[in-house]
């Protein structure tokens, strides 16, 4: 079955424990992307991936890391997590974004939920 | 980048045709739109996506009106499993970053027996 997962799906934490989110697709697909939802602020990108060895910052990059070193995978990283990263995160990932004529539809995991206290 | 506008929040009733409208205004002329939804703190889902002509899938309808500056999903005979929030986006192309998805608030759709 196609699917992006996520892992863990829920998580509590401290402030300042490292973290790592994992997230993998079976779709061998090129674009992979991290998402955190807010209430009253939807979902915004916090890094994208075009490709194995390529990412790039989003809209909210400030606190996390992420690495592409194989093409299903794309962990999210909290070095230091803080309570204002208390937050709702998707992975999602797509065949390629990379054309302006593509239209490829973005396939999202099923959710992590980090409390850090 | 071209921003979508949509009301809060909509009621329809089960069995019937629930029509969500968008407003894009500023969209340009080869940027997509875009519709998911999300259920419940779920995974956002893929649901229609259209450029300049209507368009029809198993899901929805998708109707864009001929200047673009608008759309309407349809779900033709909602269920009650069709209550979900409802983003529009606009598809935004850039030749260093690729496309990206940015999703607005979202209209909360609940469907009523």
């Known amino acids: 079955e196609a699917q992006v997962t996520q892992n863990p799906r829920y998580l509590i934490t401290v402030t300042g424990k490292k973290l790592t989110v994992t997230c993998s697709q079976n779709?061998?697909?090129?674009?992979m992307s991290w998402y955190r939802q807010d209430p009253g602020l939807g979902l915004r990108q916090i890094y994208y991936s075009m490709n194995v060895e390529v990412t790039d910052k989003g809209d909210v990059p400030e606190g996390y890391k992420v690495s592409r070193k194989e093409k299903r995978n794309f962990p999210l990283i909290l070095e230091s997590p803080s309570p204002n990263q208390t937050s709702l995160y998707f992975c999602?990932?797509?065949?390629?974004?990379?054309?302006?004529?593509?239209?490829?539809?973005?396939?999202f995991g099923p959710g992590t939920r980090l409390t850090v206290l | 980048d071209a921003k979508t506008t949509q009301p809060t929040s909509m009621d329809c009733a089960e069995g019937r045709a629930a029509n969500l409208p968008c407003n894009h205004s500023?969209?340009?002329?080869?940027?997509?739109v875009y519709w998911y939804r999300q259920i419940h703190s779920q995974g956002p889902q893929y649901i229609i996506h259209?450029?300049?002509n209507n368009e029809t899938n198993e899901m929805a309808s998708l109707i864009i009106t001929e200047d673009r500056k608008s759309s309407t999903l349809i779900l033709p005979h909602a269920t009650l499993r069709d209550t979900a929030v409802y983003y529009c986006i606009v598809r935004v192309y850039r030749e260093t970053s690729g496309s990206r998805l940015t999703f607005g608030e979202g209209t909360q759709l609940t469907v009523n027996p």
């Open positions: 259209g450029l300049k």
């Open positions: 779709m061998n697909h090129e674009y």
């Open positions: 999602a990932s797509s065949q390629g974004e990379g054309t302006p004529a593509s239209t490829d539809t973005q396939y």
């Open positions: 500023t969209i340009s002329g080869n940027e997509y």
